[in-house]
């Protein structure tokens, strides 16, 4: 039997309650865009930066969050919330900016804690050494964009740095007592199911706190979208992609919190894969398939799962 630790399940142990992400945009370009390693981003980037659910932009943070709650207020009454810095790269940014912008977003009382996404090429010690000040006053995770250990799969994707940089990144967030969430994507073209898994499986050994695993997704304005329409990107089916996401889980070790098993792109830019589009069949079918292949959540604190507990 294969156990895993949603992210539900231990945001209701720390926190005692429901906890939603709030999808923030700090205003924040990519050194992917901006000339310093590239302009078109990362390969299956929209212009949005990964950013599609996220408030609207604007200097305002606290509105943002406002904003971002009153999406979710209905599904998470009396619940807390995270700060969520979804779209491009959260660090990339003067040190004052990013001071006064976090601060600003751990303020509210019901924000119980802060997460950044960012590129482990972007985390210069002065930055680390910030977020973990912040840390001392509310939990900081900064999530970082692995994507894939295979150097033939990150220059196809143009992630822009070396493995080496992400474990530099994962030991100097980890020195710092800071909580680390590295993102994964399965379906990338030419990578095998071996190759997919013993991502996963590094990502485990590497000591981080969780781990998001993420559909390939092609959307509408990317480079991606291209080798697509050229027939050079293979589709996982849903059967085939519950069966991988069921590989993956088995070689996490049982500690690491599972933050994601899939995703769902903008259904209004999304071209593959598009049964995505279908989230309530999404997630049914993989509780469904949980259940008869005996994937359970594996933790003291054990509520019944619901759908929403397997984004």
Partial sequence: MTAYRSFHQAMRERFGCKVYKLALDGGMTCPNRDGTLGTRGCIFCSDVGSGDFAAPACGDIVWQIQ???VRVEKKNKGGKYIAYFQSFTNTYAPLPYLESLFR???KPEEIAALSIATRPDCLPQAVVDLLC??????PVWV??????????SACYIRRGYDLSVYEDAVTRLKAADL?????VILGLPGESREDMVETVRY?????GDGIKLQLLHVLEGTDLARDYQAGKVPILTLEEYITLLEDCLA???PDMVVHRLTGDGAKKNLLAPLWTADKKRVLNAIQSAFRRDGVRQGSRYEPRQTK???T
Avoid: D
Wanted: glycine content about 8%.
């Fill in 179 to 183: 909580e680390v969430i590295t993102h």
């Fill in 251 to 253: 070689v996490l070790p």
């Fill in 104 to 106: 600003q977003a751990l």
């Fill in 133 to 138: 000040r912040l840390n001392r006053e509310k």
């Fill in 143 to 152: 999530e970082l964009g692995l994507q894939t250990i295979h150097p033939n």
């Fill in 203 to 207: 990502v485990g050994q590497m000591g």
């Fill in 67 to 69: 904003q971002a709650k």
């Fill in 308 to 310: 929403e507990e397997l």
